[in-house]
């Protein structure tokens, strides 16, 4: 990794007075100035198309930011990911999420591991349990064909698949309703059991460590609820787990048969692509999944063989950057024109704030410059009902990504065009603004009076030159759907590079995990403990301890 800091680097001087040249002009005006800007600021790979054309960037920034990932030797990062260096250097672990979606032939070996033939063996036991399930010939312990699907996991363990679930929705298996439990609070684990027949529901246990606290907990009360409409010898049939931690899955009382592996390698917010991804083979299919991951790795080929002019994950983290680091934006608001991807939000904001959220460079010392943006947003067009008005008319400038189809699922083309024009209405606009002047014009032509005209003007005005991005798919499928995230994980990746940040541990999870700890237990102490800490933390355990 890095020793200098981003800021040392002659490309990111040399952009900081790039910025102060360009930072004062007009989006439109660049576009009334090139004809063929759309043509030059736009590129597509493995099934997505990505417009950039609609920020702040010349040839020259583009140039600059091209530099700047060449001086911090993006390639061989990139090439090391994929080669399984550890890179991941604060917890001694190689990085091997593409690896999972590689075909068989890929035959990587790392550290005397035979990781594609492990990948492909589990693949292979993930086909053939979600055909049985799927044929009905896995059955509840009554011989029932299962109807319901639980998965029992948090963060990593449930993001993902839940959201890629949703997002193949029109490929679901009309029998088997999908149930995704993640949170501790009882509301969550109970709502979904009251729906449940015992008989014909089959738990998944998902969770990297199988040591969360939130996951244990669930699971503990669903198997206790399964004991109690159920028959214990029917057990087997009934609880299934997804984990790298086998004794504590034996220990929980399922065993190997039942269990699907992966590795250390796999990193929960990149776990999708393996065995956690089996609610996703169960409901679209494992065809559909094989597609899912080979949508992925077509984008990994891109993204590892595309020169950077051209490549996708590249552009997207450079144009992140820029936003970020010189146009000084905290935060990135994704915007899918698209019901089915509306938790992709969700998903986003786990793999790149938990990825990139970091305060130190790979040498502990505190970086100077901002790091990872706040990542969040819902499908549009519910989101311009709610808080675009922020977006187009608030004093911070905030960059959006849209998503969107062009071809839709459902047989209903008229809605797919007022979505699509909603979608490109809105980077249109984000972008021009609207000035007094034509606030003017446009009110005089509805004969207003003139003097409340000059108050409502300055109301009415939109400044505009508010960047966006625009990533269409030809139609929402599990391969397009597969590159989309890969893209993601990659411009994450690049954007860590760029930053020198590990992007791949998660320390800053751990002190709120251990003090809810210590909490739960003076919370449930039967005599009240001595008060250990400050006077709002200590009212509140009173409070709630008087009401357990
Ligand atoms: O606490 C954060 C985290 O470790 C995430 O990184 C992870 O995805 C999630 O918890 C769940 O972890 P596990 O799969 O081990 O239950």
């Known amino acids: 990794m890095h020793t200098q800091p981003l800021t040392a680097s002659t490309a990111f001087q040399a952009l900081r007075s790039q910025y102060a040249l360009v930072k004062n002009r007009r989006l439109a005006e660049l576009f009334a100035q090139d004809p063929s800007r759309f043509d030059t600021m736009s590129t597509k790979a493995a099934g997505i198309f990505l417009d950039y054309s609609k920020n702040l960037l010349d040839d020259t920034t583009m140039r600059l930011l091209l530099e700047l990932a060449r001086e911090r030797r993006v390639e061989a990062q990139r090439d090391a990911m994929f080669a399984g260096e550890k890179i991941n250097f604060t917890e001694k672990r190689a990085v091997l999420h593409t690896a999972l979606r590689a075909p068989l032939e890929a035959d990587l070996q790392v550290d005397g591991q035979h990781v594609s033939r492990d990948v492909h063996a589990v693949l292979e036991r993930m086909r053939v349990f979600s055909d049985r399930v799927r044929g009905g010939d896995w059955t509840g312990h009554t011989g029932r064909a299962i109807t319901d699907i639980v998965n029992i996991g948090i963060g990593g363990s449930d993001l993902g698949p839940k959201m890629v679930c949703r997002a193949l929705r029109s490929f679901a298996h009309p029998r088997l309703r999908m149930h995704f439990v993640s949170n501790v609070d009882g509301h969550d684990l109970d709502a979904v059991l009251s729906q449940l027949d015992a008989e014909t529901t089959l738990f998944i246990v998902t969770s990297k460590t199988f040591t969360t606290m939130e996951t244990m907990m669930n699971a503990q009360s669903a198997r206790r609820w399964f004991l109690q409409h159920g028959d214990a010898a029917g057990l087997a049939q009934h609880f299934v787990a997804v984990s790298t931690n086998l004794a504590a899955v034996n220990a929980f009382g399922i065993d190997a048969d039942n269990m699907f592996p992966f590795w250390d390698w796999v990193g929960g917010r990149y776990s999708v692509w393996s065995a956690i991804g089996l609610p996703i083979a ?3 299919g494992f065809d559909n999944f094989a597609a899912f991951l080979q949508g992925a790795h077509a984008m990994d080929t891109h993204f590892r063989s595309a020169p950077l002019e051209t490549n996708l994950p590249v552009i997207l983290a450079l144009v992140g950057l820029w936003n970020r680091n010189f146009v000084g934006c905290g935060s990135l608001s994704i915007a899918p024109y698209l019901q089915d991807l509306e938790l992709f939000p969700a998903f986003l904001q786990q793999l ?7 305060h130190v460079a790979a040498d502990g010392v505190a970086l100077d410059v901002p790091t990872g943006p706040i990542i969040w947003g819902s499908a549009g067009t519910n989101g311009q009902h709610a808080y675009f008005q922020l977006l187009h008319q608030g004093t911070d400038i905030t960059p959006l990504d849209f998503i969107a189809a062009l071809k839709p699922n459902h047989r209903l083309p008229q809605h797919h065009a007022a979505l699509l024009a909603n ?4 980077s249109e606009a984000f972008m021009c603004g609207k000035s007094a002047d034509q606030v003017r014009t446009e009110m005089q032509a509805q004969g207003i009076a003139a003097a409340d005209i000059e108050a409502l003007v300055p109301h009415r005005t939109f400044a505009g030159n508010r960047p966006s991005n625009t990533l269409l798919m030809d139609g929402l499928n599990p391969a397009t759907l597969g590159a989309l995230l890969a893209l993601y994980e990659h411009k994450v990746f690049v954007q860590g590079v760029l930053w020198g940040v590990n992007s ?16 739960q237990s003076e919370l449930l102490a039967p005599a009240a403990q001595p008060e250990r800490h400050d006077s709002s933390t200590n009212g509140l355990i009173v409070l709630a301890r008087a009401a357990l």
């Open 423 to 426: 979608c490109f209405a809105q």
């Open 504 to 519: 791949f541990d998660q320390w800053g999870v751990e002190l709120g995990k251990v003090m809810a700890q210590n909490i």
């Open 282 to 284: 169960l409901s679209a």
């Open 352 to 358: 790149d704030m938990e990825s990139n959220g970091k």
